[in-house]
């Protein structure tokens, strides 16, 4: 009763409203969105098509590649480990995983994108749709300096994720995709979220009206950076889950509220979600259009949140 409660109180029609506008101006094919209210679903909508070829429609629990938000599930699966006693998060990163820099990094540092790398997806030299290994991805660095000394400055880098990858395997011994599996996905029931792409999931399409399918890029390339997909009941019960310091996510005012957030684009996929800590409002926005630009609709369903209709 609480919940549709809430949902009353939702501007609804501003929201479908933006929700057109933007697939309209931005040509996406298909858009999933997931609204929360004090932490309690209230909004749950499919727009669009998932896969063109097929005539597939999307719905709530069309299923997406998320892009970068794989890094709070990176960044949960080192919390857990840190929880456990297995690492510290003040100790070297060298202690687990080799860099070619002689700097002394620790993991709290590439949590917190303050380490100074370089991100390896900033490399012309590198094929996204080539195979590599984690230590690949980094040596292809190894000639350039660090953008700073660690721990003076803020940076956004791939490369801090994926070498958290490589930590988590070395200290759990399982390959990152099972030990996220293990320890969060199944734990949480988070059924349609996975480590590469899941059966049935949405087709990406290019920006532009044709909607050209895209190749997508290797698993190996996105790895802990971006490599996993979900769903849009998936991505708010994780982040009802979320709390300080908010590894793997950033921080920003929209509006005048304060919010968490994080924003993915992989080849074919833009996907946006933010959470208010304050209230525990929530919201996510799934996509199969290369580099959308979502943050327009996600002010436009936090200002539904924040001026409910009469």
Not at 243 to 255: K, N, Q, V
């Amino acid at each position: 009763m609480l919940a549709l409660l809430l949902a009353a109180a939702l501007d609804t029609g501003a929201v479908e409203h933006a929700v057109r506008l933007v697939m309209r101006t931005q040509h996406v094919a298909a858009l999933s969105l997931g609204i929360e209210r004090s932490g309690r679903a209230i909004f749950e909508q499919g727009y669009g098509t998932a896969d063109l070829g097929r005539r597939t429609p999307a719905t709530p629990h069309t299923i997406y590649r998320i892009g970068s938000l794989t890094k709070p599930f990176t960044a949960r699966a080192i919390e857990i480990l840190d929880a456990q006693a297995r690492l510290s998060l003040d100790e070297p990163v060298a202690r687990y995983a080799a860099l070619p820099w002689n700097a002394p990094i620790t993991i709290r540092e590439l949590l917190e994108q303050r380490s100074g790398i370089p991100s390896y997806s900033d490399d012309p030299a590198l094929d996204m749709h080539a195979e590599y290994t984690p230590a690949q991805l980094v040596d292809a660095l190894a000639s350039q300096p660090l953008d700073f000394a660690p721990g003076t400055q803020f940076e956004y880098s791939n490369t801090n994720y994926v070498v958290l990858g490589s930590v988590i395997e070395r200290v759990s011994g399982l390959p990152y995709g099972e030990y996220v599996q293990q320890t969060i996905f199944a734990p949480m029931q988070l059924r349609s979220t996975r480590y590469g792409d899941a059966p049935g999931e949405a087709r990406g399409y290019a920006t532009g009206t044709l909607h050209l399918p895209v190749a997508r890029s290797s698993l190996s390339y996105a790895y802990a950076a971006a490599g996993m997909s979900s769903n849009v009941p998936d991505l708010l019960r994780f982040l009802q889950s979320t709390a300080e310091p908010y590894y793997g996510f950033l921080r920003a005012d929209m509006s005048g509220t304060p919010i968490v957030y994080a924003s993915g684009f992989v080849p074919g996929y833009s996907a946006f979600e933010m959470i208010v800590p304050q209230t525990r409002d929530a919201v996510v926005i799934l996509t199969n259009a290369d580099r959308t630009d979502l943050i327009p609709l996600a002010q436009d369903v936090l200002a539904a949140l924040e001026a409910p209709a009469h």
